[in-house]
C-alpha cells in the first residue's frame, strides 16, 4: 500500500523505468505525494481546483524546454 515502495520495486525490476525521467502523479499527499517524496521522483498532484488534463498541459510544457 502507498506510501510503500513493494510495488514500485518490483516495476523497477521488472520494466526499464528511468526514475531520473519520472514522475509521479495522484490525488492524496498522504498517500502519492509522500510515495513521491520516498523515491525522489517529481510529482504532481490532481485536485478538484488542478485536473489531470491540466497537469497532462504541464507536463507537455517541461518536455518543450
Known amino acids: 500500500r502507498k506510501p510503500e ?12 523505468i528511468d526514475m531520473e ?3 509521479l502523479i495522484g ?7 509522500e510515495l513521491a517524496r520516498r523515491l525522489g521522483v517529481r510529482s504532481f498532484q490532481v485536485s478538484e481546483s488542478r485536473g489531470f ?6 507536463l507537455l510544457d517541461l518536455k518543450k524546454c
Open 5 to 16: 515502495l513493494g510495488l514500485v520495486d518490483k516495476a523497477l525490476d521488472d520494466f526499464p
Open 21 to 23: 525521467r519520472s514522475y
Open 27 to 33: 490525488d492524496s499527499e498522504n498517500h502519492d505525494m
Open 53 to 58: 488534463a491540466q497537469v497532462v498541459d504541464e
